[in-house]
């Protein structure tokens, strides 16, 4: 047995050993300190981001209604269209995301109830969505219009009792709505856009090319049905764009139903801008002067809707009651949306 300086070598590694172990748990120890720390702070970043989100949330709510009230003062009626033109797929703060049929019953049923006299305000912030709540409401418009007449003293030129405005964006649906209205207001950097109708995806215009090009027996049995129902509701649709359209947006060296007409034919992209110039163009009865207050009245909302997930309110509302489950799913996704902020991957 050999001795290192009167050690023993077998004393020396259990020695080494043990220190090695101790280095180890040290480590490990220090690890777990600094991950804590991390969590921590990670906490404490998430509850700020929280407060913060919530604090910006109430301040755009409290700017909205107040906004929504100074509009509706007076025998002023307000249906404002402000939806959520993110990509989620459920709209943020109950916002809808397209034009649909529960929001289509509270805008006519508004309409239905106000006083022929009254003044109806329309704020539209839409990419349109289902052809059939659009045509609701700009009927109901037309039909408010119509007892506006009948009770005489109306002008649609010099007082405008229907207004519809675009600060930003009314696309398909809504287009359809705003030229329901007496007046179209826009911001110069705001656009309309075509009406013609999407059936399955597809414009009935690339059905018939389609089926110019293939022939009905070359084409799938899905498609040409899919066409067959297209032509009849473009007809349809077409009938109803003449029937909506106001009076007032027309001139007179142009056909009665141009704007219907060319909006609806198809021959657009569905996609394509109308700018005010444009509309101008086309016919319609614009102006570029929105009011200070529907500007503030949009962006308020847009506010509201970006700094406060549909999550947060399930989660919200689970916490007044008893907590048995409800809400995780939801306190879960939040979270990961937060900590993802906190790397920077995610804007809130």
Known sequence: MSVIEGVDNTVLYGVAGAGLFVLILAISAISMHLNR???????RQVYKLRAKRVARYEDAKKEYEKHRKKIESGNTVL???????GDDFVGRDSAQQQIAFDEAFEAVASIRQANPRAKIVVVLHTLGGYARPAHMIALALKQHLAKAKAKGHYNPKREPQVIAYVPYVAMSGGTMIALAADKIVMDPTASLGPIDTIYGGFPTE??????AQKGPLATQDVLVM??????????????????IVNPVHRVDEKAEHHIADTLSAGTLSHSQAITPKDAKDL??????KIPDLIYGLV????????????FEARRMES????????GDEAEQAIERAIRQSLRGNVRL
């Not at 249906?79 to 033109?85: A, G, N, P, V």
């Open 226 to 243: 899919l066409a067959h129902e297209a032509e009849k509701y473009d007809r349809y649709a077409g009938k109803v764009a003449r029937d």
């Open 319 to 326: 916490e007044d009651g008893p907590n048995e489950g409800k």
């Open 37 to 43: 720390q991390r969590a921590v702070s990670d906490e």
């Open 206 to 211: 690339a059905y018939k090319e389609l089926l």
């Open 299 to 310: 962006d308020a909302r847009i506010r509201m809707i970006h700094t406060r997930l549909e």
């Open 283 to 288: 016919g319609m009865n614009v102006s570029a």
């Open 79 to 85: 249906i404002d269209l402000i939806h959520d033109l």
